[in-house]
């Protein structure tokens, strides 16, 4: 698909006079050119969208289900060529494009098949004071979610707002990054064409733009904006969004530690640090960029690790093992984290820091030695470095692992299950994978999102789905209530039965009754 189709009527709303370029990161070389949307184009697509939000929430649970599958079933069967135009629009070698597509099918599937059995209509107990009425809770659609999308997962991470959003009965309106605008108008287009047959409107549109074009999204009368992006933008949403009372999600960065126990098994934690920092170039929210090491196995896990990381190569060739920075400022981000480790008496390795950069690549450093109070270790680096740190024990490490104003995901690697199941609970983070890095991602029913600057809200899974909807409850009498409390009739006897009966069930010390 060419950026000019992203134009023609269906796939997103009138083309305004201005546009930008998407570049591929490797060459600097223009990829499409796309329309710069404004405020008035923000509301215009809410508005079609209100339509086609009628429409999608009006058909069956069943029919809103098979069109996602057939969504799915067109992914997963055109996944090389997205897979190529993510390669060239973000740098990343194909192969982890691929792998990346993979889990958004996942996500589809899960949502598609979940939807009716999470948000449909379910009975509950009424209780002791209204044992004369039926209750039941259903989870309705927002409407319109506004979604806006980061660059570094450009399928994966918006992804998990907007199936869950469409799922759930809603319209989604969907801001890319002005980084990866090509992948997400191929995404809405592909949508349109095999699950929005027949809509009246567009069930999801595209918006291009920056942030000026994001920052009207928020303003737009949107019924809830999914963000993903860094804090501080986040911050920028929430403001504008105050103004219209309209909820937010915010899905931001992230510092993951991992910890590695003294009976860890050190291959594997080795293998997994360094792939859960360095691929996709470190540019990963639940990326890991700092490993905390129990005493006893410091210096053979940091030989393991130094070795893996020593045979990576980043490139745009087809044995490259990441690609190019994909944001061209981010390597000044990395250049004064290292600069600042090593001025603060930290030392880089397999080679020396002032090297690493190598412009539009970075070659991958761990540093050791490093203060934790250096901005290695407390900001959000998002390249392909890592700090690492000898710590006396699992409890140390975990400590450690908390003093950050981010908790978005961590890791721990443990001999001990029982033992990493529990450290895993004190771990001030939204997700924890034990032996493993970034699992948690990759099981669609589990719930995906941070605590303090990492963010709130979840993504994917049932709580995904409830986060782009309302619940309404509904009574329903079926029997005249022996006592009639919600009445001007009710006497004073009434009453005090009543309280008598609440204080026999409630008021003993101790062991409770079941109401
Ligand atoms: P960013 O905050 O610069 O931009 C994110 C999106 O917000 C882009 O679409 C951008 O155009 C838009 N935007 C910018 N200014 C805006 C404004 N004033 N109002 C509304 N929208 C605005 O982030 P980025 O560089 O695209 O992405 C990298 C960040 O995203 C990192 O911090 C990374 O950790 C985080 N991230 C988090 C997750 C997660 O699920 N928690 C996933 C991927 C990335």
């Known amino acids: 698909m060419t950026a000019s189709q992203a134009q023609e009527p269906g796939s997103g709303p009138a083309p305004a006079r201005r546009t930008f370029d998407s570049l591929n990161p490797a060459t600097g070389q223009p990829i499409a050119t796309f329309p710069l949307y404004s405020r008035a184009d923000a509301e215009v697509a809410v508005s079609r969208a ?33 897979a190529e135009l993510m390669h060239v629009e973000t740098g990343k070698p194909a192969d982890d494009a691929t792998l990346e597509i993979v889990l958004a099918i996942l996500h589809v599937d899960w949502a598609a098949r979940h939807a009716r059995k999470v948000l449909g209509p379910r009975r509950v107990l009424p209780g002791i004071a209204a044992l004369n009425q039926s209750a039941t809770v259903e989870y309705q659609p927002l409407g319109v979610v506004g979604v806006i999308g980061p660059w570094n997962y450009p399928v994966f991470t918006p992804m998990g707002s907007i199936v869950y959003a469409i799922a759930a009965g809603n319209a989604v309106i969907f801001k890319p990054s002005e980084l990866t605008p090509a992948v997400g108008e191929w995404l809405v287009r592909s949508f349109d064409e095999v699950a929005g047959r027949g809509a009246p409107e567009p069930v999801l549109q595209l918006l291009t733009g920056g942030g000026e074009t994001g920052a009207a999204l928020a303003a737009s009368p949107v019924d809830k904006i999914a963000f993903t992006g860094s804090a501080a933008t986040a911050r920028k949403v929430m403001v504008i969004a105050a103004a219209n009372l309209t909820p937010v999600i915010a899905e931001c960065g992230g510092k993951d530690a991992l910890i590695v126990d003294a009976d860890a098994d050190l291959n594997a934690a080795a293998d997994a640090a360094a792939w859960g920092a360095l691929s996709n170039a470190g540019q990963t929210c639940v990326g890991i960029e700092r490993v905390y090491v129990a005493d006893p196995v410091y210096e053979t896990f940091l030989a393991k690790l130094a070795d893996r990381v020593s045979r990576l190569r980043p490139g745009s060739d087809e044995d490259a093992d990441y690609g190019p920075m994909t944001m061209p400022g981010q390597i000044d981000v990395i250049s004064r984290h290292l600069a600042d480790a090593v001025a603060r008496g930290g030392r880089a390795l397999p080679g020396r820091a002032e090297d690493a950069v190598d412009a539009p690549y970075v070659r991958p450093v761990i540093l050791t030695d490093v203060p934790e109070d250096a901005v290695a270790v407390t900001e959000e680096t998002f390249g392909p470095t890592i700090t690492v740190r000898r710590v006396a024990n699992l409890e140390e490490g975990i400590q450690l692992a908390n003093a950050s104003r981010y908790g978005l995901g961590s890791s721990i690697f443990s001999g001990s299950r029982r033992r990493a199941r529990a450290a895993a609970r004190q771990l001030h983070s939204g997700m924890t994978a034990i032996n493993s890095v970034i699992a948690f991602a990759m099981v669609p029913a589990l719930p995906f999102g941070g605590v303090d600057e990492s963010g709130f809200g979840r993504i994917h899974g049932a709580d995904g789905l409830r986060e782009f909807t309302r619940a309404k409850s509904i009574t329903s009498q079926w029997m005249k209530p022996p006592v009639n409390l919600t009445s001007f009739g009710r006497t004073d006897a009434d009453l005090k039965r009543t309280v008598k009966l609440v204080t026999l069930l409630h008021g003993r010390r101790g062991r409770q009754a079941r109401p």
């Open 50 to 82: 209100r339509e086609a939000a009628r429409w999608w929430a009006g058909l069956s649970w069943a029919e809103r289900r098979s069109r996602l599958l057939d969504w799915k079933s067109f992914l997963t069967r055109h996944m090389d060529e997205l």
